[in-house]
Every structure is written in structure tokens, then in C-alpha cells.
Nanobody, 125 residues
Framework: QVQLVESGGGSVQAGGSLRVSCTISELDFGRGTIAWYRQEADKECQLVSKIEVSGWTWYADSVKGRFTVSLDGHASTLYLQMNSLKPEDTAVYYC????????????????????WGQGTQVTVS
């Protein structure tokens, strides 16, 4: 099982920037995809962005053009650079690794076929 530890969350004013990081204990390229999810209060867990070892990336429409995902293979760290933040970006952000990463689920962490971090809170006011 891959261990994932997020950091870098916090509070920021609308229009500001934050970068969240995820340290990955074992960057298993065979698993294919590493991703960021978020869960807002009283809403479903949503896939925000994902990156494959080939470098291919995907973004949810709500963050396209504002968020950038990147992977430092040497440091085994996944990043999500978030610019032009909006109050609706307020959520707990989770990194995840797996072969198949669904677009949404009721609760982040509930898919046992995916490895999850513990989450980091991002608050935009």
C-alpha cells in the first residue's frame, strides 16, 4: 500500500494562491495515475486533477486554467498549484493513487481500491 501525506493547505483570500503537496512513499509507476480530489462540506468527493507517469494531465472544468498539477519523480512528490482561488474552492483536498480513479464518489477515502492521503484543508474567503 502506498502512503500519501498531504501538506500546504491553509487560508487565503479570494484571488490568492496556494500550493498543496503530497509526499508519496513509493512512486509505483505501474499504478499509472496520481490525483487530487476535494470534498466540500455536504457535497460529494470530486476529482480535481490527475497526472499519469507519461505526463498526461486532466483537470475538472471548474479549475481548468487556474490549477496546475505536477509530479517531481525524484522527490516522489505531487503538487497542486492553485491560483486565482475562489471561495468555492474551499474544501479538504486529498491526494490519491490508483489504477482507476473515478470522477466522483460520496466520500473521499471510501474507495478501497485507491490509496489516499489524510487530506489538507484549503479555505478561501
Amino acid at each position: 500500500q502506498v502512503q500519501l501525506v498531504e501538506s500546504g493547505g491553509g487560508s487565503v483570500q479570494a484571488g490568492g494562491s496556494l500550493r498543496v503537496s503530497c509526499t508519496i512513499s513509493e512512486l509505483d509507476f505501474g499504478r499509472g495515475t496520481i490525483a487530487w480530489y476535494r470534498q466540500e462540506a455536504d457535497k460529494e468527493c470530486q476529482l480535481v486533477s490527475k497526472i499519469e507517469v507519461s505526463g498526461w494531465t486532466w483537470y475538472a472544468d471548474s479549475v481548468k486554467g487556474r490549477f496546475t498539477v505536477s509530479l517531481d519523480g525524484h522527490a516522489s512528490t505531487l503538487y497542486l498549484q492553485m491560483n486565482s482561488l475562489k471561495p468555492e474552492d474551499t474544501a479538504v483536498y486529498y491526494c490519491a493513487a490508483g489504477t482507476f480513479l473515478p470522477r466522483s464518489m460520496k466520500i473521499c477515502g471510501s474507495d478501497a481500491s485507491v490509496d489516499w492521503g489524510q487530506g489538507t484543508q484549503v479555505t478561501v474567503s
